[in-house]
């Protein structure tokens, strides 16, 4: 099984932005769609943003659009969450997870491997 690995989380003030990377274990990586999801205290995870495994396709929660952007790098075997614009409401836990298939998907019981998630701070 893949093993995942996010780092860039961090405090920021609100406006401000982070680039969060999700690095993957092994070249399997490549063949498969990707996501972002992010916990609050005492709120369900919930889908943030997904990329295919080519990277030509993505997908953004209406929460996140135009703000966040997911890209990757599979020669390196990672993914990125560009978040710019922050507000404190995206205060969370992000977690990186790898689809079971190759395009993009919302659902998180469709992710078969996760991280182990990077804090995300946001202040007013």
């Known amino acids: 099984q893949v093993q995942l690995v996010e780092s860039g989380g961090g405090l920021v003030q609100a406006g401000g932005s982070l680039r969060l990377s999700c690095a993957a274990s092994d070249r399997t990586f490549s063949n498969y769609g990707m996501g972002w999801f992010r916990q609050a205290p005492g709120k369900d995870r919930e889908f943030v943003a997904a990329?295919?495994?080519?990277?030509?396709?993505?997908d953004y929660a209406d929460s996140v659009k135009g703000r966040f952007t997911v890209s990757r790098d599979n020669s390196k075997n990672t993914m990125y969450l560009q978040m710019n614009s922050l507000k404190p409401e995206d205060t969370a836990v992000y977690y990186c997870?790898?689809?079971?298939?190759?395009?993009?998907?919302?659902?998180?019981?469709?992710?078969?491997?996760w991280g182990q998630g990077t804090q995300v701070t946001v202040s007013s």
């Open positions: 997870a790898k689809g079971g298939r190759s395009a993009t998907t919302r659902n998180l019981y469709d992710y078969d491997s």
């Open positions: 990329i295919s495994w080519s990277g030509r396709s993505a």
